[in-house]
Nanobody, 121 residues
Framework: QLVESGGGLVQEGGSLTLSCAAS????????MAWFRQILGKERELVAA????????SYADSVKGRFTLSRDNAKNTATLQMNNLKPEDTAVYFC????????????????WGQGTQVTVSS
């Protein structure tokens, strides 16, 4: 199970922190990622992090502004979003998968319920 929190409304240039708590995966290493979806568009990868944080991947549009980290002791992944822009407005989803390739290409087999991020100009 994946549970997201931390979305909300923020002005352009502001910051938000999204958290994803995973349960039920404690016996296996797994990669985690955040995707986002704008109404009417396909879900896109925002950032991903491998099981031991050795690998990270970011969409070009968020590089230098977003940072993804994880705490394996707590089974959480945190997306720090700075200098937010109106085009970051979307529903953000957390996902997890055993494979790095899978989680970065299509996301995992398990998804959170999503959290809305709205950036006003």
């Amino acid at each position: 199970q994946l549970v997201e929190s931390g979305g909300g409304l923020v002005q352009e240039g502001g910051s938000l922190t999204l958290s994803c708590a995973a349960s039920g995966y404690t016996s296996n290493p797994f990669s985690m990622a955040w995707f986002r979806q704008i109404l009417g568009k396909e879900r896109e990868l925002v950032a991903a992090i491998s099981a031991r944080s050795a690998l990270t991947s970011y969409a070009d549009s968020v590089k230098g502004r977003f940072t993804l980290s994880r705490d394996n002791a707590k089974n959480t992944a945190t997306l720090q979003m700075n200098n937010l822009k109106p085009e970051d407005t979307a529903v953000y989803f957390c996902t997890a998968a055993g494979g790095w390739s899978k989680v970065t290409r299509t996301g995992g087999d398990f998804w959170g319920q999503g959290t809305q991020v709205t950036v006003s100009s």
